[in-house]
């Protein structure tokens, strides 16, 4: 996932009982226009120095810039009066390894005690692949603007050229890992952004009864 | 469905891949103090004093 797949799955997460804050080794002027730029519903949070990032073990010197850098990575937090224990971690390799928002939302139902679980994802068209990778440097009016010219440079469009594709991608898997996982497929209907179709929705449903049975920290 | 995926990111690896970390899961999650957008200290305790909580270290301003 990525972070404005998060504006929308943060309420999700707040209608399953969580909160979501992000953090990145930006200053919180950065953060600030980031946030408004993506009009995101949670906060973000500023780690200048990486400091927080080496306590959660995602770290790491970039290279060849040598910046201090976190890994991208998930912590899912017990609430304070449980033990604010980490209860789910995902930590990836590499940036290129993201855990998909489904993935992410089997975890929270799961940790929160859900025996009936929903995920559904969304497998963009491929069509709708290439249109975001083009609108990234070329937003028509109304989509959320592009980073400062400053941050567009080359190598940062091909990243996330390679991202938009990796993780369209990462969600044929997805719907392939549900499926062998045992999920039921209950519906799949095309996904809308405002008239356009820009891919086809899978929803799947599960009873974790017993799974779930064998959670410590279930209320 | 059939079909090998390839190129693909590979599947989710475990946190305890990576060469030198220790999982954290299980354990208390490391106290922090963090400014929010505004400059305002932000601490983990604050935030889940209420709800447990979602930390995302992200890259990519997208």
Known sequence: MYLSQLRQFYWEARGLGIDIVGAANDTPETNKELRERLDLPFTLLSDPEGEIAKLYGAFHKDEPSGRNIARVSVFLIEQADAGGRIAWEYVGPTARHRVALSRLSEEIQTFMGHTRQVVSVVVPSPWQVERTIREF??????????????????????????????????????????????????????????DVAIGQRHVFERDNSRSVSNQEDSP | MSGRMTGIAPHLPGPNEIEGRSPLLGGVAPEFQMRDEEGNFVTLRRLIRQRPLLLYFYRGGW
């Open chain 1, 137 to 194: 440097q070329n937003p028509p009016l109304g989509l959320y603007r592009t980073p400062p010219a400053e941050e567009l440079n080359e190598s940062v469009v091909l990243v996330y050229r390679d991202y938009t594709r990796e993780l369209a991608m990462l969600s044929h898997a997805e719907v392939h890992r549900l499926a062998n996982e045992g999920w039921r497929l209950v519906n799949a209907v095309p996904e809308f952004e405002g």
